[in-house]
Structure formats: C-alpha cells, structure tokens
C-alpha cells in the first residue's frame, strides 16, 4: 500500500508485529483526516481492535487475530481461551476463525509462534497478489467500475482483494474510472476506499448508495468487483450490507459482477447464504454521526453488518488460483487443502516488511 506521508510516499502494511512482539496497526477509524497508529500488547487489546473496528476487513482482521495468538503463546496465556475471546469479535468474517485455528495448530504441531503468525500473514498477502493477477486482465481499458465497502490493503494487509486487480491494471498502465459506493453507515467507501485510491493515483469518484442504479442506468458502470467476509459452499455470499442491492442491479442491466477473496474467506461447511451468522451492529452506527442525531430521539434502528447474495448474481470469484464460477467451487477446496498441507513460507525480516510490492 502507497502512502502519501509528509509529501513522500512509502509503502506501508495495515498491521504488523515488531521486534519486541507488539502489534501494531493503521487505525482505520481515524482515516481519511488523519494517520494513525494504534498499539496491542495484550490479547484484549487485540479482541477491542477486531470488535471496535480499529482494524477491519475479513483477511486483515483474520492477520491480525494470527498475530494476537502469536503474542498470547509467547506471554503463555492459555490458547484456546485466546482463540475463544478473539472468534467472538466478529461472527460474520470466516477469516477471523479460520487463521485463529490455522495459527493454534500450527503452534501445537511445534511451529514457533511468532513464525507461525507471520508465515501466515505472508501467505495472505501473496494470495491477494495473485488475486490482482488474475482479475487485472478483466479491467479495459476506459472502463467504468464500481465496488463497495473496502477491499483494499487496508482490509487485507497488503494489495487487497477487489482493489488488488485495479492496483495491477494501474501499474500495467491500464486508464479506467472507478465508482466508490461511500457505504452507509461506516463509511468504508468514502473514508478507506477512496483514500486508497487516491494514494494510488487511481480515477475515482465517491457516489452516495443510492446513487448507483442511476448510473447503472445511464450506461456507466461495465464492471463491479467487490470482496466479501464469507463465502459458503454453493456460492452465496455474506458481503458489507448494500452488496445484495448492487448485485441485482447489476445482473439487471447486464453488467458482470465479480467477487475477489482469498481462499481462507470460503466456508464449506455450510451449503448456503441462509446459514450464515450475519452481525447486527449498534443502533448509533445508524441513528447518529458524531454528535449529531439522524433521527428522532426514540425511534429505533436495525444495523446488520452485511447481506447474502445469491451465487446466480455472481460472474466469477477471482481468487489466488483463478477465475472460479460458483459450481467451479470444489476446486477452491482441493486448492485449499493442498495449500494446507504445504510447508508454510517463511516470514520476511522485519526490514523488509511493506516492500513486497516492488
């Protein structure tokens, strides 16, 4: 990830671990006025950071929790509790759970932990790399694109799932146009996406929600990429909520939609969308901004986190081992399993950590 920090750029990662096993991460609820750092000592702190959505996004939130096992196996606490509090956070996300395990096992199975930890985060950030390969050739060029909700390195650590095909084709020279969802009622759109993409030097645009279907209407939208927080074994998918509505308009003017994660975000444990834990958030997210109150003193709100789209809106999954239609899926589970049963890359050295881009 490129940031413009005092007037130089540098290449920064979301959340990291230091020499003396203290993590540390971008605290994505001051972005875009300021950039900040936010530090974790300790298991709860990491629990709070995941839960308050100081870090967020499926694969950075499951990095981070891989690093917060680490930091629990050196300070000797108990791993199972540690693995407990930490699914608790977030239940939508399948990464969160997913690296928890991973991260436990490998530990147990005599893996140092730091290693572990970081052996798993680099894998994450190869995978989006790779999922930038194979989705930059679907972007042309002057096309007009559209996402939702943040996908980018701040929610994957590095490179990002639905922007890492845009930051490819950007750096291959490819000229395109990409419309940012602003995402009520965090804002992940306009706060975190649009502040990627500027970094980048990327065209974009932030539009209000229920902006979208006007230009789908008038012809301007070719492509949709979005990244999602679950996928389940016959394609549905659990994405930030509004990514439903995007889908259906998409599918209704003909405009290919396409979903980019890595293999750790697909749950084949269940069959369909219908199974899947969707988070209901505070009500404040919705009734106020700041001190400002959006609505009347007693009315009551619902805020769920995300919504189910239907595996037959979906063109594609680009993922770390290609394009995947939805009955193309049992293919990701071999890929996984092989994956897994690989011996983990081993961690850069710190000196060498947010310059993997280049």
Not at 69 to 96: M, V
Not at 107 to 119: Q, Y
Not at 262 to 280: H, N, Q, V, Y
Not at 295 to 316: E, K, M
Request: with cysteine; charged share 25%.
């Amino acid at each position: 990830m490129k940031v413009l920090d005092h007037g130089t750029r540098k290449q920064m990662r979301a959340v990291w671990m230091d020499g003396n096993g203290i993590i540390w991460m971008i605290d994505q609820r001051k972005l875009p006025a300021a950039l900040e750092l936010v530090s974790a000592i300790g298991i709860f702190d990491i629990a709070g950071a995941i839960k308050d959505m100081t870090v967020r996004g499926a694969p950075a939130i499951g990095a981070t929790a891989a690093l917060g096992i680490a930091q629990a196996a050196a300070q000797g606490l108990n791993l199972d509790e540690a693995g407990s509090l930490l699914k608790g956070t977030r239940p939508t996300a399948h990464d969160l759970a997913f690296a928890v395990d991973h991260t436990v096992r490998q530990i147990r199975a005599g893996k140092d932990p730091r290693f572990a930890a970081e052996a798993y985060v680099e894998s994450i950030v190869e995978r989006c790399r790779k999922i930038g390969e194979f989705g930059a050739p679907l972007i042309k060029e002057n096309a007009k694109l559209l996402t939702h909700c943040n996908a980018g390195a701040l929610a994957t650590v590095d490179y990002g799932t639905a922007l890492a095909p845009m930051r490819l084709a950007h750096d291959r020279g490819v000229s395109f146009f990409v419309w940012v969802d602003e995402t009520r009622p965090r804002l992940q759109g306009s706060k975190l996406t649009a502040w990627e993409l500027l970094n980048e030097g990327i065209d974009h645009a932030v539009i209000a929600d229920n902006a979208a279907g006007h230009y789908f209407q008038r012809g301007e939208v070719d492509l949709v990429i979005t990244g999602a927080d679950r996928i389940v074994a016959n394609g549905d998918f659990a994405n930030k909520i509004g990514t439903y509505g995007k889908a259906l308009l998409a599918k209704e003017h003909g405009v290919p939609f396409y979903v980019a994660a890595p293999l750790s975000t697909f749950d084949f444990s269940k069959k369909s969308g219908a199974l899947i834990p969707i988070e209901e958030r505070g009500e404040d997210e919705v009734t106020l901004i700041g001190a400002e109150r959006l609505a009347p003193s007693g009315s009551r709100a619902r805020n769920p986190a995300f919504d189910v789209t239907p595996a037959r809106l979906v063109a594609g999954f680009i993922t770390e081992v290609g394009i995947l239609k939805a009955d193309e899926l049992k293919r990701v589970m071999s890929a996984r399993l092989r994956a897994a049963a690989s011996k983990p890359r081993a961690p850069l050295p710190v000196g060498r950590r947010g310059k993997t881009r280049r």
